[in-house]
Nanobody, 121 residues
């Protein structure tokens, strides 16, 4: 079994910062891309940022220059540093990872349970 456990969400004023973490554990052979998504009430889940196993990154336009995604492969952990937060960043943030299992070697898509980020104006 594989689990993704997120932490770091909370309530912050506009202009503030938060750092999200997501650690993968279990019978992991390797991890491909890791990413962060978010879903605001009444809206569809959207990609925020993604990082490849080699460190290449991609961001949605609205967070470029404010958010930074990074990963620690030794810890199977992905981070999202969020600066200059805006009320429109308020959402539940989910981490996602493509994980190859030790048994069988197949890759599956896993999701964390979500962490709430609320930005007050």
């Amino acid at each position: 079994q594989v689990q993704l456990v997120e932490s770091g969400g909370g309530l912050v004023q506009a202009g503030g910062s938060l750092r999200l973490s997501c650690a993968a554990s279990g019978s992991i052979f390797g991890i491909n891309a890791m990413g962060w998504y978010r879903q605001a009430p009444g809206k569809q889940r959207e990609l925020v940022a993604v990082i490849s196993s080699g460190g290449s990154t991609r961001y949605r336009d609205s967070v470029k220059g404010r958010f930074t995604i990074s990963r620690d492969n030794a810890k199977n952990t992905v981070y999202l540093q969020m600066n200059s937060l805006k009320p429109e960043d308020t959402a539940v943030y989910y981490c996602n990872a493509g994980i190859r299992l030790r048994v069988g070697g197949y890759e599956y898509d896993y999701w964390g349970q979500g962490t709430q980020v609320t930005v007050s104006s």
